[in-house]
Nanobody
Framework: QIRLMESGGGSVQAGGSLKLSCAVS????????MAWFRQVAGAEREGVAV????????YYPDSVQGRFTVSRDNTKKKLYLQMNSLKPEDTGVYFC???????????????????WGQGTQVTVSS
């Protein structure tokens, strides 16, 4: 059982930066992947960063490539999302997710992940 809790959201002007944190508690020995998703009202969750827990590889969609960076601390108890050059379209609720089962789903598919945090709001004003 894994519990995830996001923090670090807030309001920022376009061009600014925010760093989100996801605290991982419980037993996470089986973690295969972790990711950050965002969601706006009426839309599906959109993956913005994926971190392969064992290899350390990271992946991003074109919409955030070069602006967002996902990382993990050495204790493997925190996942971060550094967001730079923020745009108004980056506004949304950001969720941390973990997958503990090997899955053939695409990396940015929410179905790949079986644990989710409660989310943290990010608002970028123009």
């Amino acid at each position: 059982q894994i519990r995830l809790m996001e923090s670090g959201g807030g309001s920022v002007q376009a061009g600014g930066s925010l760093k989100l944190s996801c605290a991982v508690s419980g037993r996470n020995d089986d973690t295969k992947y972790m990711a950050w998703f965002r969601q706006v009202a009426g839309a599906e969750r959109e993956g913005v960063a994926v971190f392969y827990w064992i290899s350390g590889a990271d992946y991003y969609p074109d919409s955030v490539q070069g602006r967002f960076t996902v990382s993990r601390d050495n204790t493997k108890k925190k996942l971060y999302l550094q967001m730079n050059s923020l745009k108004p379209e980056d506004t949304g609720v950001y969720f941390c997710a973990a997958g503990t089962v090997y899955s053939s789903e695409r990396p940015f598919s929410p179905r790949k992940y079986n644990y989710w945090g409660q989310g943290t709001q990010v608002t970028v004003s123009s």
